[in-house]
């Protein structure tokens, strides 16, 4: 329940595939000597995000990366490469890949603030930003944050950007929307993620709010920028602009089967079903005297740490600090967080009778004999 993976998936339609070994080395766009590929289904997902994200198809390029973390990488360096004086920024509760990203770079980096939501501190932002106007910024903008859900607001970073200074050529932004970049397009009231804004990237997870048997994702950015990282690499008979060199073939064909079964309409009603189930667990939890935490864009309950590692370990929760969180997600429905709340509930039980005997048993242990316990 902890880790925000889709586990509601059946690719047994596909088990045949699993006697090749299907790799996409080089550019999605170009093909390489190697014949064993599936280019195809990767641009036809592709295709897909940037109908989403909205972005024209001459417009683009991407790539089916190995996680969200390979598309932050990719993203940050893309903004690294075109403004090679950047200095990079991004909130104190970002993803560590992106603070990753920033020492393997060699890049200066700035860790913004953020508000109790998890949000990014605008004000913040604005005085690191004014203080270091003479260099090019590289923002990244949370789309979820991993533990609080946080969404950043991406137009509101924009306009602080502006405020201050800095034209559409002295910034540039990766949006790291690992699971909510898939989501948010389907909220309505939620802004959108869109290259009709000054942004160079997006990125997410596959094996996320897809759903995949292998850890997968997707980045795309504007062809513009990546012509400044791009090498042809005669041995490919390709052109080489990813992270990796060897990429896995298999995983486009799972997220294009399952984005082409679903499609925008199945996507959307899988986002609503999450989002309520999310509410429903708050209201539950709240109802059951624990306190919650629920942001208003976000399928991340988070509530306080319990207290029984064996209760964390049962359900895999991911704990920070005092909270935990649980990730509601399609695979999650109502009988699940009905089970998942009275465990907590008898956890909790567990835990408090044991600490009230404690109590009893250390005041016992202080009195010199049993005749002073009983008074
Ligand atoms: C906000 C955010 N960014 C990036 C990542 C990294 O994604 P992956 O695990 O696919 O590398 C995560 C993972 O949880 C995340 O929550």
């Known amino acids: 329940m902890g880790y925000p993976y889709n586990l509601d998936f059946d690719f047994s339609a596909l088990e045949g595939l699993q006697k090749f070994s299907i790799n996409n080395l080089g550019d999605p766009f170009i093909e390489s000597n190697y014949g064993v590929h599936s280019r195809e289904f990767e641009v036809g997902v592709l295709q897909w995000f940037a109908r989403l994200w909205e972005i024209d198809q001459d417009d683009y390029w991407g790539y089916i990366t190995n996680c969200g973390t390979e598309g932050n990488l990719h993203g940050i360096l893309v903004g690294r490469e075109n403004l090679p004086d950047g200095i990079l920024y991004a909130s104190h509760e970002t993803h560590y890949s992106v603070f990753k990203a920033a020492r393997m770079y060699r890049m200066d980096s700035v860790k913004v603030k953020t508000l109790k939501s998890g949000e990014i501190d605008y004000d913040h932002f604005r005085e690191v930003l004014v203080t270091n106007r003479a260099r090019p910024a590289i923002v990244n903008v949370n789309c979820g944050t991993t533990v609080k859900g946080a969404v950043d607001d991406l137009d509101r970073v924009l306009q602080i950007l502006r405020d201050c200074g800095y034209n559409e050529d002295r910034f540039y932004i990766h949006v790291d929307g690992a699971l909510f970049g898939m989501m948010m397009p389907f909220i309505k ?5 869109s290259f009709r804004k000054p942004i160079g990237s997006v990125s997410v997870s596959g094996h996320k709010f897809i759903g995949a048997p ?20 005669e041995y490919l008979n390709s052109r080489d602009a990813t992270i990796m060199g060897s990429r896995n073939g298999h995983a486009p064909i799972y997220m294009w089967f399952t984005l082409t079964r679903k499609g925008y309409e199945g996507m959307r009603k899988d986002v609503e079903r999450c989002l309520r189930n999310a509410h429903l667990l708050k209201s539950m939890l709240e109802q059951a005297g624990v306190t919650v935490m629920l942001n208003e864009l976000s399928s991340t309950v988070v509530f306080e740490r319990p207290k029984e590692e064996a209760f964390i370990r049962k359900w895999q ?6 909270v935990a969180h649980v990730v509601v997600m399609p695979n999650i429905h109502i009988p699940k967080l009905e089970e998942f709340v009275q465990d907590l509930v008898a956890s909790r039980a567990r835990h408090f009778t044991r600490a009230a005997l404690q109590v009893a048993s250390e ?3 202080a009195c010199s004999d049993d005749s002073d316990y009983e008074c």
């Open 363 to 365: 005041a016992r242990a």
């Open 189 to 193: 009231k939620a802004p959108r993620v």
């Open 317 to 322: 929760l991911a704990c920070e600090g005092d």
């Open 214 to 233: 292998v850890p997968c994702g997707v980045v795309i950015t504007r062809q513009k920028y990546v012509a400044a990282l791009s090498n042809d690499v």
